[in-house]
């Protein structure tokens, strides 16, 4: 059974940065497909950032795209995602998640993943 665990979230003006982690266990994620979500209050769970199993090509959602990055180690079983020049509009609770099956379907795409964490709360204040 693989679990996914985010950690790095917590409370940071404005212009400020973050970096979340998110640590796989049960198994390796190396051909998993690795992506980024986040929730506000009272808005849907929106795309941020995602990257395949095989490396190479990010993708980013156009509200972050130059001020956050995804990276994964697959050694170390970990994704983690680099949040700089931070707003108060990116305040959400920020998911990792997994595609563990081929699908086709754009990575950006939430409904593609099956395997969620549980969230870590980013709070950017002004």
């Known amino acids: 059974q693989v679990q996914l665990v985010e950690s790095g979230g917590g409370l940071v003006q404005a212009g400020g940065s973050l970096r979340l982690s998110c640590l796989a266990s049960?198994?390796?994620?190396?051909?998993?497909?690795m992506g980024w979500f986040r929730q506000a209050p009272g808005k849907e769970r929106e795309f941020v950032a995602a990257?395949?199993?095989?490396?190479?090509?990010?993708y980013y959602a156009d509200s972050v795209k130059g001020r956050f990055a995804i990276s994964r180690d697959n050694a170390k079983n970990t994704v983690w995602l680099q949040m700089n020049s931070l707003k108060p509009e990116d305040t959400a609770i920020y998911y990792c998640?997994?595609?563990?099956?081929?699908?086709?379907?754009?990575?950006?795409?939430?409904?593609?993943?099956?395997?969620w964490g549980q969230g870590t709360q980013v709070t950017v204040s002004s």
């Open positions: 998640a997994s595609r563990t099956k081929i699908v086709a379907a754009p990575i950006t795409r939430a409904g593609s993943y099956n395997l």
């Open positions: 049960g198994r390796t994620i190396s051909t998993f497909d």
């Open positions: 990257m395949y199993w095989s490396g190479g090509t990010t």
